[in-house]
Each structure stands twice: as structure tokens, then as C-alpha cells.
């Protein structure tokens, strides 16, 4: 992990070698899954080209690594969105202020699965829509909750369902999600693609992201899948 991932990453290696020592680090622990209904308002799903979603919802890591198993996605590509393309890189992003949320563009099939269920499966394992500019141990809005759209289909699904999941009170407190269009997405540097699969072991996964993916077999049993797609050949 390169150190400019932050000073709160730091702190979660170093919570979980202490935890192999009998000291805790609950803070660090990742989201539990939520039930939540699927969404009212959905395009029904149809043969048809591939379409994209692009969504934020703290490190893309986790993100990408979520929808790699899902049954339906054809890709899952880790980059930035929401910003310029002169500060589209892993540097200048983590350091905040370029309008950046770390970023997944998911490449699904619409007679496999409809853009309703992937954001069924985003509010309830990939992240916590509560939380405000950070994700987990993350802090700053490149680690925002955000829904790009790519059409205007997409931007209706996406506020309908956000106001449905708000006035059934699903979570403990108002959803923060934002929903944008989609001007532009922008891949990340190779080293981050498939991070979750090429590093199972690393300490950040382990506590925050593999959580994730079981509650993903969990809770979405039938859209589910193993092995695992990639973004990247090798």
C-alpha cells in the first residue's frame, strides 16, 4: 500500500497487529450488511448492450472487490470520478480538494441483472450511506457516498430509491448519498485493480473489505459468484 493512502490506514495496520496481541480495534471494523428492500422503481431487465454504473462508496478497493462477485458484471474497474482529468491520479485525489470520489465502473448485463439491483447491493453490503465525506477509516470526500449516472433513467432509479430507503427509516440516519451525472471516469493506476484478489492478506482488506464480500454471498446468495471476474488479465 503506498503510505499516501493516509495516516488513517496506518493506524488500521497497526490496530490489527496489536489486535493479534488481545488489543481490539473495533473502529476499524467494516460495515455489517443491511436488509433492505429492493427498489420500487427499476428498469426491467432485457437483452441488450452492456451498460455502465459508476459508483463511490469509500475505498475502491472493497468496492471493485464486491462487484467482481456479482453475477451479471461483466467488469469491475477501479478509478475516479467527479473531477478533472489533469488531477486524476492516486496522488493528487488521496490528498483531497480535486472534486474526485475514488470511483467503480461496474460494465454489467442488463438481461442478467438491472441497474436496481446493483444498487440494491450498493446500500446494503458495499457501504455505510449515512456516512458523510468517509467510509470506515477513510475521512475526506474522495471517500464519498455517490452515484453517477449515465442516463437519465439511471438518475431516477437512483433518487427514487434513495427516497424510498429514507422513508421506510432502513438505516438510523438520512441517507448522504449524492447523485450526480457522469462526465467523465477516469481508471485507476494498474497496482489498485483487483487489489482485493491479488491481496487477500493484506491487514486493510482483511478487516474492512473481505466482510464485505461474505456478506455479499450472505445476503444476495443468488446474485453471487465464484470465482470472481477481474478487471486486469495477468
Not at 77 to 89: H, I, P, Q, V
Request: glycine share 8%; hydrophobic share 40%.
Amino acid at each position: 500500500m503506498p503510505s499516501s493512502r493516509g495516516s488513517m490506514r496506518i493506524v488500521v495496520m497497526a490496530a490489527l497487529l496489536a489486535g493479534l496481541v488481545g488489543v481490539p480495534a473495533p473502529a476499524a471494523a467494516a460495515e455489517s450488511a443491511v436488509v433492505i428492500p429492493a427498489p420500487a422503481l427499476d428498469d426491467a431487465k432485457r437483452p441488450g448492450p452492456l451498460q455502465t454504473a459508476v459508483l463511490a462508496g469509500g475505498c475502491f478497493w472493497g468496492v471493485q472487490g464486491v462487484y467482481e462477485h456479482v453475477r451479471g458484471v461483466r467488469r469491475a474497474l477501479s478509478g475516479y470520478s467527479g473531477g478533472d482529468k489533469a488531477t486524476a491520479d492516486y496522488e493528487a485525489v488521496s490528498r483531497g480538494g480535486t472534486g474526485h470520489a475514488e470511483s467503480v465502473e461496474i460494465r454489467f448485463d442488463p438481461k442478467v441483472i438491472s441497474y436496481g439491483e446493483i444498487l440494491h447491493i450498493y446500500f446494503s453490503v458495499v457501504h455505510d450511506p449515512t456516512q458523510l465525506d468517509r467510509q470506515g477509516p477513510d475521512s475526506g470526500t474522495q471517500y464519498r457516498s455517490g452515484i453517477f449516472y449515465a442516463s437519465e433513467s439511471q438518475r431516477k432509479i437512483a433518487q427514487a430509491y434513495i427516497a424510498q430507503l429514507d422513508r421506510a427509516k432502513v438505516f438510523a440516519r438520512p441517507i448522504v448519498t449524492r447523485v450526480d451525472p457522469l462526465e467523465a471516469f477516469y481508471p485507476a493506476e494498474d497496482y489498485h485493480q483487483d487489489f482485493l484478489q491479488r491481496n487477500p492478506d493484506h491487514p486493510y482488506i482483511v478487516i474492512n473489505d473481505l466482510p464485505k464480500i461474505e456478506n455479499l454471498r450472505r445476503v444476495f446468495p443468488t446474485s453471487y459468484r465464484e470465482p470472481p471476474i477481474r478487471a486486469t488479465v495477468k
